[in-house]
């Protein structure tokens, strides 16, 4: 069984920064891709930022420049450095792992229960 734990959410004023984390734990053969994904209230959940295994990075537009994805491979997980953050940055955030539990097996994605980020005055 493979399980994601988000941990770094929460309250902070507009220009401000917070750091996401996620940790994936299980029976894992191999992880190919980690990501944040987030869903504001009555919005569709939203790719944020993506990471494979080798390094290579997708953000979605309005991240660019302000949002930092990176992976530590050895521990299995996955970071989120989010600074000047704005309100429309609201949201609850998902962390994604694209992965395999055996060799053999197709990988498939697994979430973690999301972490909340506030930004407010």
């Known amino acids: 069984q493979v399980q994601l734990v988000e941990s770094g959410g929460g309250l902070v004023q507009p220009g401000g920064s917070l750091r996401l984390s996620c940790a994936v734990s299980?029976?894992?053969?191999?992880?190919?891709?980690m990501g944040w994904y987030r869903q504001a209230p009555g919005k569709q959940r939203e790719l944020v930022a993506t990471i494979t295994s080798g390094g290579s990075t997708v953000y979605v537009d309005s991240v660019k420049g302000r949002f930092t994805i990176s992976r530590d491979n050895a521990k299995n997980t996955v970071h989120l450095q989010m600074n000047s953050l704005k309100p429309e940055d609201t949201a609850v955030y998902f962390c994604k792992a694209v992965a395999a539990t055996r060799i053999g097996m197709f990988d498939r994605d697994y979430w973690g229960q999301g972490t909340q980020v506030t930004v407010s005055p």
């Open positions: 299980g029976s894992i053969y191999r992880i190919s891709a």
